[in-house]
């Protein structure tokens, strides 16, 4: 059996918590959702396209092969180059041959931005930097290789990247990683678990509450809404590990307050002031609309931009009154094309009887203004649209927290709650991430013929239910 190595992966978890880390080093990982498997596509077909950059560069793929190039100084760049040393591996996207050594380069599929690198992205850089100079390798500088934003279908691939010089953030970030991969690749490689303890990297960890020192805690202080760091160290270093310790006199936002209490004393905390006025301001017929919407780094339509966020769909239900009867009417795009304006014109002809629209989130709101700025022969319409919109999340947030919501708000934590009834369970297509996976199958051809009317029947069933979960929950909020 081949002796395991740590990884990249492996070593950045280990960084925040080393027991974190040796979870991430056994785990073999799962089959990949439709979303994970997206992205994995995804990711690999822009480094296919970042190479070409580099025309003339050869691909390694290997340690041994790896060796080999390196040596031939008539190899100016190497694809998919790997080094190991003293238990770690690493395989550089390329390594770049200059006066005196080697440039890496670390190709994301990220978009560049007027902001700084993003740390995550310096990290990354930096554990590569870090295993190739103990291998050996005489790194001088270190780029990294982003998204262009006005890149279109057409244009040469060439031009779909930006190349940032990081050397100087990415050096400065190796050398403490090259201080603690001696003592972390002893706790690593150990057949032991590294004695496990509380920290903020607990919050988003997958392993906290069934392998590790959440298992057990039914109510988690990581339930409190938006915890900072610092107030999590605060607790933290009172011992207080549960929603239940937490005392009276913690300083803590409102909503942070109410969730305290709702679960301390597993009654919900009501507000009807909150959720009279939402009702107040409802104007009959009153609409509940959601939209779908694809985002892909290799735009799927001209016109487009890499990550573009594109509205592919949405369902909308419409009752004339208080007690009248749903109706329902949808729209999905033929995924072969971008079918935005058509979109844009549809629902405004379906929601013209309309005096208030339900959402929930700011989401429907932000697609609506990007369709009056693509479209401003329609923009009028769209901001008459806009006017009409109700935001339900805060009318939720604010005027019920329940215990059982666990300090959440999304619809897929309410629903199950306020209407028990109601479920995504059992549904094809049953989450966000999988509704964009299957409009993106379906666009790339990817989708067998025959399946292509189930799986948009599917979409259509999903999204469906998210304006008809929307309906319930409001009618739940009436009775309190």
């Known amino acids: 059996m081949a002796r395991q190595m740590i990884r990249k992966e492996v070593f950045l978890a280990a960084i925040k918590c080393s027991t974190q880390g040796w979870y991430v080093m ?15 596509d995804e990711g690999k077909e822009v480094h296919d396209r970042a190479r070409s950059l580099h025309p003339n560069g050869v691909y390694a793929g290997s340690v041994e092969k790896t060796k080999t190039l390196v040596a031939d100084p008539r190899q100016e760049v190497i694809f998919e180059a790997e080094f190991q040393i003293n238990g770690y591996v690493a395989r550089a996207d390329w390594i770049r041959r200059v006066e005196g050594g080697w440039v890496i380069g670390e190709v994301k599929s990220s978009l560049i931005s007027d902001e ?11 554990y590569t930097c870090m295993v190739l100079r103990r291998s050996g390798l005489a790194v001088q500088s270190c780029e990294l290789v982003l998204m262009n934003r006005d890149w279109r279908i057409g244009q040469p691939d060439s031009e779909l990247f930006v190349v940032l010089d990081l050397t100087e953030s990415v050096f400065d970030r ?3 990683f090259d201080q603690s991969c001696d003592k972390l690749r002893l706790s690593l490689l150990d057949d032991g678990i590294p004695p496990p303890h509380m920290c903020y990297a607990c919050r988003k960890c997958e392993f906290f509450r069934s392998d590790c020192v959440g298992a057990g805690i039914k109510d988690s202080i990581f339930y409190l809404p938006n915890l900072r760091e610092g107030k ?3 607790l ?3 011992g207080i590990v549960s929603i239940h310790e937490v005392p009276k006199s913690s300083e803590l936002t409102d909503y942070q307050s109410a969730v305290v209490r709702a679960i301390q004393t597993g009654k919900p905390v009501i507000d009807r002031e909150a959720i009279q006025a939402c009702m107040h301001r409802l104007r009959w017929p009153v609409g509940y609309l959601d939209f779908e919407t694809i985002k892909a780094a290799i735009p799927l339509y001209p016109r487009v931009a890499p990550h573009e966020q594109v509205v592919t769909q949405y369902s909308l239900h419409i009752q004339e009154g208080l007690e009248s009867d749903l109706e329902h009417t949808d729209y999905l795009a033929d995924h072969r094309m971008d079918c935005r304006e058509q979109l844009a014109m549809q629902l405004l002809a379906d929601t013209k009887s309309c005096e208030s629209v339900i959402t929930y989130s700011s989401f429907e709101k932000t697609t609506i203004r990007g369709l009056a700025k693509l479209y401003p022969e329609h923009s009028n319409e769209l901001h008459m649209l806009e006017d009409k919109l109700i935001d339900l999340l805060p009318v939720v947030r604010n005027g ?8 959440r708000s999304s619809i897929k934590a309410v629903l199950p709650v306020l209407v028990p009834e109601m479920s995504y369970k059992g549904l094809e297509v049953a989450d966000g991430d999988t509704a964009i996976a299957a409009f993106v199958s379906l666009a790339l051809g990817k989708v067998q013929p025959d399946r292509v009317q189930d799986i948009r029947d599917s979409l259509l069933e999903y999204c469906k239910l998210d304006t008809l979960a929307m309906v319930r929950v409001l009618e739940a909020l009436r009775q309190y």
């Open 26 to 40: 056994q785990d073999r990982g799962g089959v990949p959702t439709h979303g994970e498997r997206l992205r994995m």
């Open 116 to 126: 700084s690198p993003k740390a995550e992205h310096i990290d990354d850089l930096a």
């Open 174 to 176: 190796a050398q403490g």
């Open 232 to 234: 999590f160290h605060q």
């Open 236 to 238: 933290n270093s009172q």
């Open 400 to 407: 019920v927290v329940h215990p059982d919501f666990m300090g």
